[in-house]
């Protein structure tokens, strides 16, 4: 069974509002950046020219195990404060909370 994360199609889809869909895709973006700079992604959400893939879900299986308790514990907070007015841009949530994950796992 496939266990979806996060799915860009499924963002982009929920409405037609230009706006909400910049939204989506900056916040997107902001997303992949994260995981793909901390190693937390087993496969590439991007195209072999760097632009981003619209139909790449983040799922159980194609995050590490950090990844999945990153979007367990951490992501939803993040994805919170954005629908509260944040900007995507502003990851410190999911910085933090990976530090925390990788300091526990090491004790």
């Not at 973006?29 to 072999?48: C, G, K």
């Not at 879900?57 to 195990?65: F, Q, Y």
């Amino acid at each position: 069974m496939k266990i979806i994360r996060y799915s860009y199609p499924a963002m982009l889809a929920s409405s037609k509002n230009t706006s909400y869909r910049t939204l989506a895709t900056h916040m997107t973006q902001a997303l992949m950046r994260f995981l793909v700079d901390n190693a937390l992604l087993t496969e590439s959400p991007y195209h072999a020219d760097g632009s981003l893939d619209e139909q790449f879900e983040v799922t159980k299986a194609n995050l590490t195990e950090d990844g999945n308790q990153l979007f367990k514990l951490y992501f939803p907070k993040w994805s919170n404060r954005i629908d509260r007015g944040g900007s995507p841009d502003d990851i410190k949530t999911l910085v933090n909370g990976l530090a925390k994950i990788r300091a526990a796992a090491q004790e």
